[in-house]
């Protein structure tokens, strides 16, 4: 694996951390600890991948953006009360739940979500990088001190 980093480097993370934070089941976490491990540069690493995960989950944002309501009712079969209680949800917290983008497998439901529901496409941007880049702090932090 690390011959494989190595290879494809920075791109590499960058694809990586763009697909993990769509639906691709995928750890960008691993990914980005594996690079460092390879040898790859701190800051660098950390912008890349934050980038590179961030525009991934703008993907998943535009993504629930441009769904619509019968088209969720008519191809998963949600009744349209769900759907009403959902956005009730979402707008209990609004664009905030864009910092949580990064959780595994919910954080694609989040960023899917307000895009499909509306909600602030600017706010919902910029919570979404800021906690994906406190995310890839948090891991190059962890990598420093083992």
Same mark, same amino acid.
């Given at each position: 694996m690390i011959e494989i980093l190595q290879s494809w480097g920075l791109i590499g993370l &960058? +694809?990586?951390? &763009? /697909?993990?934070?769509? !639906? !691709?089941?995928f750890s960008?976490? +691993? /990914? /980005?600890?594996?690079?460092l491990y390879a040898g790859g540069d701190y800051l660098? #690493? &950390? /912008?890349?991948?934050?980038i590179g995960n961030w525009l991934g989950g703008l993907t998943s944002y535009? +993504?629930?953006y441009s769904?619509? *309501?019968? *088209?969720?009712?008519? *191809?998963f079969n949600v009744k349209e009360e769900t759907l009403i209680k959902q956005k009730g949800r979402i707008d209990r917290f609004g664009?905030?739940?864009? &910092?949580? #983008?990064w959780l595994p497998f919910i954080g694609d439901v989040f960023a899917i979500g307000l895009g499909f529901y509306k909600? #602030?496409?600017a706010k919902s941007a910029l919570y979404m990088l800021i906690?994906?880049?406190v995310r890839f702090a948090f891991w190059i932090l962890i990598f420093l001190l083992i």
């Open positions: &960058f +694809i990586g951390t &763009f /697909l993990a934070a769509t !639906v !691709v089941p960008s976490d +691993i /990914l /980005l600890m594996g690079y660098l #690493s &950390f /912008l890349v991948a934050t535009w +993504i629930g769904g619509k *309501w019968e *088209w969720i009712e008519k *191809w664009a905030l739940l864009a &910092f949580l #983008s909600v #602030s496409p906690g994906k880049a």
